[in-house]
């Protein structure tokens, strides 16, 4: 059976059954698929690391200036008040505890689904497993999108502060926020819907028929 007629044979699974299947190719199938799925992840995780960086170096770069007495000095601004670096370093530890909640969730999964051998059944279940967290942590998503949601409020409060914005500017910035929160939930969840609940259900319903004694 050639590459192209497995790819059909995956395509159509949840119709037919896998009689007389070429393991070996439908093996390189699911690992191709796999890689694009993986790559999606990957990239969501660079988002969520980047972003991280970036806010927590702004905040490092603002109280470094203002320990150094050189904020007040900077056109309109003024040195921190002491409620103002309180503000800051909630906001550091909200978006540290979301970058590393997401990283050592991230490598936990990854050391449950090592496996010693590299057989086609293996890699669906380490598939199946990596699909499933994947869905699960993205279900509370919007709670877990909370905590920089709210350090990014307070980092932009600060900065409202010490540079003469009036702060009734965050009237429209809070609602602002709260939408994009909402927005990101409901982003991830047609994430779900749409790529993670179908390939979930192809995964099993493969497996399932792989290992039917009957096909």
Not at 20 to 31: A, F, P, S
Not at 57 to 60: F, N, Q, R, S, V
Not at 72 to 78: A, L, N, Q, T, V
Not at 111 to 114: A, F
């Given at each position: 059976m050639?590459?192209?007629?497995?790819?059909v044979?995956?395509?159509?699974q949840?119709?037919?059954?896998?009689y007389?299947?070429?393991?070996?190719?439908?093996?390189?199938?699911?690992?191709s698929?796999s890689?694009?799925f993986?790559?999606?992840i990957?990239w969501?995780?660079?988002?969520t690391?980047?972003?991280?960086l970036?806010?927590l170096?702004?905040?490092?770069a603002?109280?470094?200036?203002?320990?150094?007495?050189?904020l007040?000095?900077?056109?309109?601004?003024?040195a921190?008040?002491?409620?103002?670096?309180?503000a800051?370093l909630?906001?550091?530890?909200s978006?540290?505890?979301f970058?590393?909640s997401?990283?050592?969730?991230q490598k936990q999964?990854k050391?449950?689904?090592?496996s010693?051998?590299?057989?086609?059944?293996?890699?669906?279940?380490?598939e199946?497993k990596?699909?499933?967290y994947?869905?699960r942590?993205?279900?509370?998503?919007?709670?877990?999108?909370?905590?920089?949601?709210?350090?990014?409020?307070l980092?932009?409060?600060?900065?409202?502060?010490v540079?003469g914005?009036?702060?009734?500017?965050?009237i429209?910035v809070?609602?602002?926020?709260?939408f994009?929160?909402?927005?990101?939930?409901r982003?991830?969840q047609?994430?779900?819907?749409?790529e993670m609940v179908?390939?979930?259900?192809?995964l099993?319903?493969l497996?399932e028929?792989?290992t039917d004694p009957?096909?």
């Open positions: 050639e590459f192209e007629d497995i790819q044979v995956w395509n159509s949840h119709d037919k059954p896998l007389g299947v070429d393991e070996v190719g439908l093996h390189k199938i699911l690992r698929k890689q694009r993986r790559r999606l990957y969501q995780h660079l988002q690391y980047g972003s991280s970036l806010v170096m702004l905040i490092a603002i109280l470094l200036v203002n320990y150094f007495g050189l007040g000095k900077i056109g309109s601004s003024r921190l008040a002491g409620w103002e670096i309180l800051l909630v906001a550091t530890v978006w540290l505890q970058s590393l997401v990283y050592f969730g999964q050391n449950r689904e090592q010693d051998t590299q057989s086609l059944l293996n890699d669906l279940d380490r199946i990596h699909t499933t994947q869905i942590t993205r279900k509370n998503l919007l709670m877990g999108f909370i905590p920089p949601y709210i350090g990014t409020g980092f932009i409060l600060v900065v409202f502060g540079t914005v009036s702060r009734w500017i965050l429209p809070i609602p602002g926020l709260i994009a929160l909402v927005t990101e939930s982003s991830q047609r994430l779900i819907d749409r179908p390939r979930l259900r192809e099993e319903t497996r028929k792989l009957h096909r």
